[in-house]
């Protein structure tokens, strides 16, 4: 009877928000994974549609609502929920949300088996990860949704005409130059400036944070203190700020915890063992350490590569890298 109680008043809430119909009584013994298959969608889609639930605590009875459509309309907004749209504050204290338009590759996983899953097509999955082929990395991010667009419009742009040399060395900092700056009084000892490219064709501070907190475990969220954009989910050159530099607390971007203890990382979005790195990342990247180098004028901060640095072998930032000439402007 409680049960049944328990399930009518779930309706009730459920069509009392006027929710687009259908749902779903758990039956015994089901998981969420096999909801979500007999359904044709996914666990991530039904855990967002059913915030309250919690998916190892499924009782017979319940009512799930089911996502209406799980697939949006090409022209619709793809993410409403899309980090970066959202202010720009700092992802510090923000309880992470899963960010239901990506999944994390899985060992054995193909684009035909995510397509299936999420009822998408190869192609579009290609078009929106920028994948030519259909091989696929474990341990990859992958889109769900198709990319928003960030106009360059939303940054200040680098126009030649503009007359201002002096402001325009700081395009990519000015914006988030009051969170940059925000611990400069409480500045930890730091020796090194650590680049890394994030390995995926897209994502933002926001992004990382939710993996590294619920796939690498990691308590103080992305282990990066500085995201660099490039277009797909945040500004191409635009800089995040991570908790970790607003709270100065070490890094979790090195093999080594002695060495995460000093080194500032700073982390590009997109993979440099396939792709170039382009004009915006780059400026902002070079921009970023001199501004943090000018914080702190008293140490003298020094510039590495993740591989340069790294006690475990990696190829980060990615062989295409252009190393060298990085290394002349910023050593
Ligand atoms: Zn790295």
Redesign the pocket.
């Given at each position: 009877m409680r049960k049944i109680l328990r399930a009518g008043f779930l309706c009730a809430l459920l069509f009392s928000h006027n929710l687009p119909a259908a749902s779903y009584t758990v039956q015994k013994g089901e998981t969420l994974y096999q909801i979500a298959k007999s359904q044709s969608t996914s666990v991530e889609a039904l855990t967002k549609a059913n915030p309250t639930i919690n998916p190892r605590r499924l009782h017979p009875g319940d009512v799930l609502r089911l996502p209406s459509s799980p697939t949006p309309p090409p022209n619709s907004d793809p993410t409403p929920s899309t980090p970066a749209k959202t202010s720009p504050s700092p992802i510090a204290q923000t309880q992470p949300t899963p960010p239901t338009e990506w999944v994390r590759i899985k060992k054995g996983d193909s684009l035909a088996k995510i397509a299936r899953e999420n009822n998408l097509t190869i192609k579009d999955l290609q078009r929106w990860n920028r994948l030519s082929g259909d091989s696929l990395r474990s341990g990859d991010l992958l889109r769900l949704r198709p990319p928003p667009s960030y106009p360059s419009k939303t940054l200040p742009t680098s126009s030649p005409s503009s007359p201002k040399p002096a402001t325009r060395e700081l395009i990519f900092i000015e914006p988030a130059r009051a969170q940059i700056d925000a611990p400069k009084d409480r500045l930890r000892d730091w020796e090194y400036i650590?680049?890394?490219?994030s390995?995926t064709s897209g994502g933002n501070a926001k992004i990382f944070d939710y993996f590294h907190r619920q796939t690498r475990g990691m308590e103080n969220g992305m282990a990066y203190h500085f995201v660099i954009g490039n277009g797909s989910d945040s500004g191409d050159g635009q800089i995040e700020v991570g908790s970790r530099w607003l709270q100065q607390k070490q890094g979790g971007?090195?093999a080594s915890e002695s060495l995460n203890e000093i080194a500032i990382?700073i982390?590009l979005v997109g993979d440099f063992s396939t792709h170039r790195l382009g004009p915006r990342q780059t400026a902002s990247l070079i921009e970023l350490v001199q501004y943090l180098r000018k914080l702190k004028p008293d140490s003298k901060l020094k510039f590495r590569l993740?591989?340069e640095i790294?006690t475990k072998p990696?190829e980060?930032?990615g062989k295409l890298f252009p190393s060298s000439a990085i290394h002349e402007i910023l050593d």
């Open positions: 650590v680049v890394h490219h390995g971007h090195l990382g982390c993740h591989r790294n990696t980060c930032p």
